[in-house]
């Protein structure tokens, strides 16, 4: 069919370099054709003709997500030539399990730092290391007895169902010296012209504008964080 003479048109210099850009932002991408061949995407409303100007794409990291593509010529919307095209994903979130943490303030630190005594004494570690590797080594015994104590001797917590990813320590003593003139403010709710008052009107202002850049902060690192494969499982 290529090289009949009604499709000459399709070899010029100006085609063949549009298909190359085309070709190479494949590769570049890495795409796959997900659409399987020999489906006609478009009947001509004049001849009735079926051809496939339209094809479907997917990079190669949704391959496995993808449970099928196909054309739906019966679902055709009246005066259109293109045919549907469907495609379905299997995109079900996983549950993620809460991971306990090591809660470090409720920590028996004498305990902690006996065992850490006897395990340490147990390690078998020369003073003069004479190579690269056998550094590693050293390093990787020692951090693994630190975390052994670590899970062995200081207990579990669950996450807290209200934790917030963004929160952070600043927040938290902004919070308590708002709570703070908000009692005081209070206190003086009978003297309106007291400048307490204004204090904790600025005070209140100046958190919630710190509450606002530090979502934005953390959404934005959250953002150059992941990439077009770990973006699927970034909810895990």
């Known amino acids: 069919m290529w090289d009949e003479g009604h499709n000459s048109h399709l070899f010029t210099w100006v085609n063949l370099d549009r298909a190359q850009s085309f070709i190479d932002a494949i590769a570049e991408l890495d795409l796959q054709m997900i659409l399987p061949r020999g489906l006609p995407t478009l009947c001509t409303m004049v001849s ?3 051809t496939r100007p339209d094809n479907t794409f997917a990079s190669s990291s949704l391959l496995t997500a993808i449970v099928c593509c196909n054309t739906v010529p019966e679902e055709q919307l009246v005066r ?3 045919i549907l095209v469907i495609t379905v994903l299997d995109a079900a979130p996983v549950l993620a399990t809460d991971t306990p943490r090591t ?3 409720a920590a028996n630190w004498e305990a902690v730092r006996e065992e850490m005594v006897v395990r340490l004494e147990e390690l078998e570690i020369v003073e003069n290391i004479q190579s690269t590797d056998e550094f590693s080594s050293h390093l ?6 630190i975390l052994e104590v670590i899970d062995t001797k200081i207990t579990k917590m669950k996450p807290l169902p209200y934790h917030k990813q963004w929160w952070s320590k600043e927040l938290t003593e902004r919070w308590t ?5 908000t009692q005081r403010t209070y ?4 003297e309106p012209s007291h400048p307490i008052h204004l204090e904790q009107k600025s005070a209140k202002r100046a958190y919630g504008v710190m509450i606002e850049c ?3 902060h953390h959404w934005e690192d959250f953002l150059e964080s992941v990439d077009e494969k770990s973006i699927w499982t970034a909810h895990h």
Do not use: A, E, I, Q
């Open 140 to 145: 990787d015994k020692l951090m693994w007895v």
């Open 177 to 181: 010296h708002v709570c703070m003139l």
């Open 187 to 190: 206190n003086k709710m009978t």
């Open 80 to 82: 259109s030539d293109h």
């Open 48 to 50: 009735g003709n079926y």
């Open 103 to 105: 809660n470090f303030r």
């Open 214 to 216: 530090t979502k934005r």
